[in-house]
């Protein structure tokens, strides 16, 4: 027999607030239903099932993971494309390079490829391009870590001012891709992942719709909120793309400018903690409490 959480008057004291207190944990991520099996059945068909274990020895299931099938179904073909076109794009490559292509994961690895690649880039400028800017945004769009060093190697290989260009580029076309993907079926994963962060993140957007590219201009120079969590929640909070893409272009250029310098300098860097110091982050901070000036003075206006 099947019965609702809140219907269920004959199950003992202990087993019902422990089941009570799961659920509503359960519903700041997804408000949706809960049904327990306390029977010998099969187990409800609902998109959210978690195993648990009862004082009575009961087990409950709930699913833990976001997306249907469908929106998943969807996640993999945009990603398969974009992995299929990526490759494609590899295959044009010279084959004698393509066994040094690897996405770096320390700075030491990243000393090894900009080596390996610094003559490569300058026999074949136009592809190498090409396959640093498409590799840039499929890791952008699909959350992929590693960006950070991409663009020490823009740095590295490109000088300041071509470095700069092409990473505001990369990180601004990817960071849209990103955006439309989460339009698409970032919600669920959104509201399982970061919660309470989302509520955060959409009460001060509902309290600065007036001035909202200030603030997220705010958002995208400062280190307030992650980029991959702007990315993701931004549609779900109803910002207008154009909005998003306007603070994007502009919020990123501080701190890549920062990166793509400091990617001259790629030997003497120890670690990449050390690109945002205490000075580097109270002058980011200062940067976006200006930008933030238009809002707070309208609203001393208001409350005058």
């Known amino acids: 027999m099947k019965v609702k959480i809140l219907r269920c008057s004959s199950l003992p004291s202990n087993l019902l607030q422990f089941v009570s207190t799961s659920a509503a944990s359960l519903s700041m991520a997804a408000p949706r239903s809960l049904v327990v099996d306390i029977g010998g059945g099969r187990p409800s068909e609902k998109d959210e099932e978690i195993t648990v274990e009862s004082p009575t020895g009961k087990t409950f299931k709930v699913d833990r993971f976001p997306l249907s099938r469908w929106e998943f179904a ?30 770096p994961r320390s700075l030491a690895d990243l000393r090894l490829l900009k080596d390996h690649l610094a003559t490569y880039a300058q026999v074949y400028p136009a592809k190498f391009t090409l396959g640093y800017c498409s590799t840039y945004i499929f890791m952008q769009t699909f959350m992929i870590p590693g960006t950070i060093f991409m663009s020490l190697l823009a740095g590295a290989l490109f000088g300041v001012v071509r470095g700069l260009f092409l990473v505001v580029f990369n990180a601004t076309a990817g960071a849209s891709s990103c955006y439309f993907l989460s339009k698409l079926i970032g919600k669920p994963i959104v509201s399982w992942l970061w919660p309470e962060k989302l509520r955060y993140f959409q009460g001060e957007i509902s309290k600065r719709r007036e001035k909202l590219l200030n603030y997220m201009l705010f958002l995208r120079v400062t280190p307030t909120l992650p980029n991959l969590f702007i990315n993701l929640a931004s549609p779900i909070v109803d910002i207008p793309f154009h909005t998003f ?20 300098a790629l030997g003497d860097l120890k670690s990449v903690k050390d690109l945002y110091d205490f000075k580097t982050l109270a002058f980011l901070f200062l940067i976006g409490s200006l930008l933030l000036i238009p809002t707070l003075l309208k609203r001393k206006r208001i409350y005058e």
């Open 245 to 264: 893409f306007l603070a994007t272009v502009i919020g990123l250029i501080p701190a890549s400018y920062i990166t793509v310098r400091a990617g001259l």
């Open 74 to 103: 969807a996640a993999l073909g945009v990603f398969l494309v974009c992995s299929t076109g990526l490759l494609c794009i590899y295959l044009t490559m010279p084959a004698a390079e393509l066994e040094m292509l690897k996405l």
